[in-house]
């Protein structure tokens, strides 16, 4: 999860190719972020999520059963 200064949105970033957390977090500073949040997991599992209209997106039953979860509220 990131934000860039002035934005309101939150940004969920994932990379496709295997990168260390450095060269990550570098490539996320290059491109404007100043906030973020490494979340754990790694596991395949696809991101559960909400857009603007609330509908939500992803595999529920996936996330059912995991304990490391960021939950944001409105």
């Keep these: 999860m ?3 200064p002035g934005d309101a949105t939150a940004y ?3 990379t496709v190719n295997k990168e260390s957390l ?3 977090a ?3 500073a ?9 979340l754990t997991g790694a596991d395949g ?3 559960v999520y909400r857009d603007e209209k609330g509908t939500l997106h992803g595999d529920f039953e996936a996330w059912k059963h995991k304990s ?7």
């Design 22 to 24: 450095y060269d990550f």
């Design 12 to 14: 969920y970033v994932e």
């Design 45 to 47: 599992t696809e991101p």
């Design 26 to 28: 570098e490539a996320l």
């Design 30 to 38: 290059d491109y404007g972020f100043i906030d973020v949040v490494y």
């Design 2 to 4: 990131a934000r860039k």
């Design 68 to 74: 490391n979860l960021l939950v944001f509220r409105k």
